[in-house]
């Protein structure tokens, strides 16, 4: 399981998400977008546009399931 999670996203609590993933050992991976809200829009003074978030994330996607194989 992959979690993909904003540090600011507040429909989905960190402080509940990092220990159900721990919990789920090998099992899950949490990826943390600092300063990204639930659509992981970030702040501009992040200096990350949200079409660089959107990279990230897509590699991170891309890395993760190679990783299944």
Same mark, same amino acid.
């Given at each position: 399981?992959?979690?993909?999670?904003?540090?600011?996203?507040?429909?989905?609590?960190?402080?509940?998400?990092?220990?159900?993933?721990?919990?789920?050992? &090998? #099992?899950?991976?949490?990826?943390?977008?600092?300063?990204?809200?639930?659509?992981?829009?970030?702040? &501009? #003074?992040?200096?990350?546009?949200?079409?660089?978030?959107?990279?990230?994330?897509? &590699?991170?996607? #891309?890395?993760?399931?190679?990783?299944?194989?």
């Amino acid at each position: 399981m992959l979690f993909l999670q904003g540090t600011r996203d507040t429909l989905a609590d960190l402080s509940l998400l990092q220990p159900l993933t721990r919990r789920l050992g &090998k #099992r899950a991976t949490l990826y943390i977008v600092d300063g990204g809200y639930h659509s992981f829009h970030v702040p &501009k #003074r992040s200096g990350r546009t949200d079409e660089l978030v959107l990279e990230e994330l897509a &590699k991170t996607v #891309r890395d993760w399931t190679a990783q299944l194989v």
